[in-house]
C-alpha cells in the first residue's frame, strides 16, 4: 500500500508505518493542484487541517481507499464525497485533546493575569506596576460552550484553580454534567 503524508505528521508515525510495509512518501508544503497531480498513484492519503480533501481532489484520486485526518475534526475531508467514492475517512479525535485543553487553561491565565501586556512592557524596560497587575482566576466563574472531550479537560483544570464552572452544550448529557461536576 503506497500513502501519502501531504502534511507534517510525527516522525515517529513515519516509522511506525514503515516499519509495518507501507511505502510511505511525505510531500509537504504541496498545493491542492500539486497533490491532485499525483493523488492517483496512492491508496491512502495523510492530512492534517490545511489540505481540503474535496470533490476537485478526489476526482483524480483512481486508486485512494482511505483518507486519515492526524487530529480532531474532519472540516476539510468532504467526508460525503469520500463516501460516494467508495473511500473511507478516520481522523484521531484523542491525539491531542490534552494539549488542546491545557493551551485553553494557557490562555485563560494569560488574558486574566494581563501576561502578555505586562511581558512587552518587561521587554520595554517599562516597570509600571499598574500595568501589569491582571485578575485573579480563583474564585471566578468560567463558562464553557461544548463539553466534549476538550470542554471536560478544560472545566476539570479550572475547577483546579478554584474556579466555579458551568456550561452549555446541547449534545451532553445531563449524566456528563454531574461526572464533570458543571
Known amino acids: 500500500m503506497k500513502i501519502l503524508v501531504a502534511e507534517k505528521i510525527a516522525a515517529d ?25 499525483f493523488i492517483g498513484d496512492y491508496d491512502a492519503l495523510i ?5 481540503q480533501v474535496n470533490k476537485d481532489l478526489l476526482a483524480n484520486a483512481k486508486n485512494l481507499k482511505v483518507v486519515g485526518r492526524a487530529g480532531n475534526g474532519i472540516d476539510n475531508i468532504d467526508v460525503a464525497a ?14 491531542n485533546i490534552m ?24 521587554h520595554n524596560d ?11 482566576l480563583e474564585g471566578k466563574t468560567a463558562g464553557i460552550i461544548g463539553l466534549g472531550r476538550i470542554g471536560s479537560i478544560v472545566a476539570r483544570k479550572l475547577k483546579g484553580i478554584g474556579m466555579t464552572v458551568v456550561a452549555y452544550d446541547p449534545y451532553i448529557t445531563q449524566e456528563k454534567f454531574d461526572t464533570v461536576g458543571v
Open 13 to 37: 508515525a513515519i516509522q511506525y508505518l514503515k516499519d509495518e510495509g507501507f511505502e510511505v512518501d511525505e510531500r509537504l508544503g504541496c498545493s491542492q493542484d500539486e497533490i491532485k497531480g
Open 99 to 122: 494539549a488542546a485543553g491545557e493551551l485553553a487553561v494557557a490562555h485563560a491565565f494569560s488574558i486574566f493575569r494581563n501576561l502578555c501586556h505586562a511581558n512587552e512592557a518587561a
Open 82 to 95: 469520500c463516501t460516494e467514492k467508495g473511500i473511507i475517512a478516520v481522523n484521531t479525535p484523542e491525539a
Open 126 to 136: 517599562d516597570f509600571r506596576r499598574a500595568q501589569m497587575i491582571g485578575n485573579e
Open 47 to 51: 492530512v492534517r487541517s490545511v489540505t
